[in-house]
């Protein structure tokens, strides 16, 4: 349904007509992000620059009952900027400026779409750094990474976003501007807001704490047979800034891509980082070595220059692109399990790899149980793309019944809605649209994302199926 004439006319003169797109070609640019899956085609892109601007463009929504999806950089994998086919996408690209730098107070203040790691780089020469590190932070926005409660390899230490926000600028879905604030009396409204996946509102203005750079890093590499031996170092005392591990097909596909030299022949590859005080870093890291060595390492080797850290976390950071190198394309899922639970989990992903024919490429978080299986397969082979989505579910309901949840730092999205009846009971979601609604009352700030409905769970034509709606009690069949 095209959108009222007025309506446009009035987004062009409230963003100026060089920040409104609408040329069916250059729409496409904005139909999906991450998750190329799902797209959809948005009736009109504007681009504002400043908060004031957004809140223009969302009074008119408003007024018009016109539905908009927020958008970053596009690097989500969930679906969570899936635009909406009737609506129109906000997106914060031109707002990209670092407003403020406190070193006092160790805080940045920064409009949603500077970039994550150039927090870290507007404060890097006076010795801060931002903790919060997707593998995408290059490229990804710090609004983004607010809407997803994004995490990281350094996580396990320094806790996701929401640990790091310290106040947002919110446009309300009916246009009002206000200040979430971690020193506001009452709920916490500021932690409802982050991860809440743009259905809340769009942030504008986000002020995140920044930490002293710690006085040593150690990064250790270990090589090993098989990826079973991984929970005894925090079970053993030790906190390190980051535990990662990859298996063999990851190490052979980022050694295709950017050759990190990681040991040959191994099952599974090991990145053990620890930080702090020198003293304290040089006894952890012993503990961490010999652990390794009673786990079955055979190779294990410790980066001496920040060329080589460097190196050790190409591999890693560059896991997700370098499929590329053995699949023409691939599902990513993101679970979260008990650490206890991970080698149990991955021998199940392993079972369900054979079950359903498809390869399963495994990287994870470690030292916080967030597993990013990533599903292999041919999208030119007629039933492959439905069967790993299929297999990428099979793992997802594994890591709940282990005990687990459904996203550790993607989001749910469009991606993950279905599956929400099986972590959260009736009253549970009740709640939580409750809240959504106590925000959003005309369900115009990102629709359909997050929550089941009848329409993005349907049941595709066949042999009928109970309907995850049906088994949680939020709907029934006529």
């Known amino acids: 349904m095209p959108l009222p004439a007025e309506f446009s006319t009035a987004v062009a003169q409230a963003v100026g007509p060089d920040a409104v797109v609408t040329d069916p070609a250059k729409l496409r640019t904005y139909e999906c992000d991450a998750l190329t899956g799902h ?12 908060a004031a601007e957004v809140q223009a463009i969302v009074r008119l929504c408003a007024a018009h009952r016109v539905p908009f999806v927020a958008r970053g950089a596009g690097t989500g994998l969930s679906g969570g900027a899936l635009p909406v086919a009737d609506g129109i996408v906000i997106s914060l690209a031109r707002m990209n400026r670092v407003l403020d730098v406190d070193l006092e107070h160790a805080s940045v203040v920064v409009e949603p779409g500077v970039t994550n790691l150039d927090i870290t780089r507007a404060v890097a020469g006076d010795g801060f750094f931002y903790a919060p590190d997707p593998s995408s932070q290059q490229v990804c926005t710090i609004g983004g990474n607010v809407a997803e409660n994004s995490g990281g390899a350094h996580c396990v230490k320094n806790g996701f976003t929401v640990n790091h926000v310290l106040a947002v600028d919110v446009v309300l879905p009916d246009g009002e501007l206000v200040t979430l604030s971690r020193s506001d009396s009452g709920p916490d409204l500021l ?28 990064t250790l590499l270990a090589g090993f047979a098989t990826t079973d031996a991984i929970s005894r170092v925090i079970a053993d005392g030790i906190l390190p800034a980051a535990i990662e591990m990859m298996d063999a097909l990851t190490v052979e596909a980022v050694e295709a891509a950017v050759a990190p030299g990681y040991p040959a022949g191994a099952g599974a590859v090991l990145i053990v980082e620890l930080d702090g005080q020198a003293a304290q870093v040089a006894e952890d890291s012993a503990v961490v070595e010999q652990i390794c060595l009673e786990q079955g390492a055979f190779e294990l080797r410790a980066a001496e220059t920040p060329e080589e850290r460097a ?46 024919g498809l390869r399963v490429a495994s990287v994870f978080h470690a030292g916080d149980g967030n597993l990013h299986p990533l599903v292999l397969y041919d999208e030119t082979v007629e039933g492959e793309p439905e069967k790993a989505k299929q297999l990428a579910t099979a793992i997802l309901d594994a890591c709940v019944e282990a005990g687990g949840s459904i996203t550790g730092e993607h989001g749910v999205g469009v991606d993950k809605a279905c599956s929400m009846p099986k972590l ?13 609604d106590a925000f959003d009352p ?14 993005l769970c349907g049941e595709v034509p066949g042999p009928y199926k109970t309907h995850p709606l049906e088994r949680a009690g939020l709907a029934e069949r006529l």
């Open 311 to 356: 190196r050790a976390w190409l591999g890693r950071k560059s896991a997700f692109a370098s499929m590329g190198r053995i699949a023409s394309s691939y599902y990513v899922q993101d679970g979260v399990v008990p650490r206890t639970r991970l080698p149990e989990v991955l021998r199940r992903t392993a079972a369900l790899s054979v079950e359903y």
């Open 424 to 436: 959260f009971g009736q009253r549970d979601l009740e709640v939580m649209m409750r809240l959504r």
């Open 39 to 50: 797209r959809a085609i948005p009736e009109l892109v504007a681009l504002p620059a400043s």
């Open 442 to 455: 005309e369900g115009l700030s990102n629709p359909g994302k997050v929550f089941p409905t009848p329409r």
């Open 191 to 218: 932690g409802v807001f982050v991860g809440s996946e743009g259905t809340l509102g769009i942030a504008t203005r986000i002020t995140v704490r920044i930490l002293r750079t710690p006085e040593v890093v150690r």
